[in-house]
């Protein structure tokens, strides 16, 4: 998750260095992924690598970008990137981390909540312990940060703004019945960015929710080389996107559900 809270200006850091050796990981995962089970999904070395875009949108834009990782890890990338650790599936430890975050910045202006997880499965596949995994990472991850951040946006004089993500999947059933435990885990971040809007919308607090398509990768052309690659979204579009939300070119914006499918 990425907290952002508006900076003068900060140096850019290079990043072809790092987005190769990304591409590297990213490849070898998603091979073994295709050979061993069919199919190729978003790998988290590639949540990374549009993490990595992200931060260098908004640092170019001049926001002081924070960020949260996994206790014992670190971003690897982005140095001008303040770091906090925290496991966002316990709840109070995000308490814990988002008042440490608060002390430190006074201000959050825009929270962009990216945590979560993919599983296929049908209704035949998916059990229990599916659901709650991946409620888990899709849902409570977003709903433990979104909760003590929208208190604090709605007691800001600016107010806020949260950015989740949501999935096609969740909004086109055809879609998410081979992904069942992932698509209803989804589902629910709509719902919570509707709560969230009934609620703030009198303090200035926006919450907006994203939904790529298909992304143009080195390892979604490799996977599906017969696609035609021009109809999907890149990852540059995505970061560019959520930057606009965050902006103040944005702040007419209410309630939205930016659908990035490009052509796909």
């Known amino acids: 998750n990425t907290f952002v809270r508006e900076a003068g200006n900060v140096n850019q850091k290079s990043e072809q260095e790092v987005l190769k050796d990304l591409d590297d990981e990213i490849g070898s995962i998603h091979e073994k992924m295709r050979k061993e089970y069919g199919f190729v999904p978003r790998s988290h070395s590639q949540e990374i690598k549009d993490i990595y875009l992200m931060f260098d949108k908004l640092i170019q834009d001049g926001y002081n970008v924070i960020a949260t990782v996994t206790p014992g890890k670190s971003l690897g990338f982005a140095a001008d990137v303040k770091t906090y650790e925290a496991d966002l599936t316990d709840e109070a430890a995000v308490d814990k981390v988002v008042a440490k975050i608060i002390s430190d910045h006074s201000t959050l202006d825009a929270a962009l909540l990216l945590v979560g997880g993919f599983a296929m499965g049908n209704i035949e596949k998916t059990d229990g312990a599916l659901l709650k995994k991946m409620f888990t990472l899709n849902f409570e991850t977003a709903y433990f940060v979104a909760r003590p951040v929208f208190q604090q946006m709605i007691s800001q004089p600016t107010g806020g703004k949260i ?101 796909s």
């Open 163 to 263: 950015v989740l993500v949501g999935s096609r999947p969740a909004l086109k059933p055809k879609d998410g019945k081979n992904t069942l435990a992932y698509s209803l885990s989804k589902s629910l971040i709509f719902k919570l960015a509707e709560f969230l809007n009934a609620e703030g919308s009198s303090k200035n607090v926006v919450t907006s929710v994203i939904v790529p398509s298909t992304i143009d990768t080195d390892v979604n052309r490799k996977a599906m080389p017969d696609k035609d690659f021009s109809t999907w979204v890149k990852p540059e579009e995505i970061a560019e996107a959520m930057a606009f939300l965050c902006s103040e070119n944005g702040n007419p914006l209410r309630e939205t559900v930016l659908k990035i499918y490009n052509r």
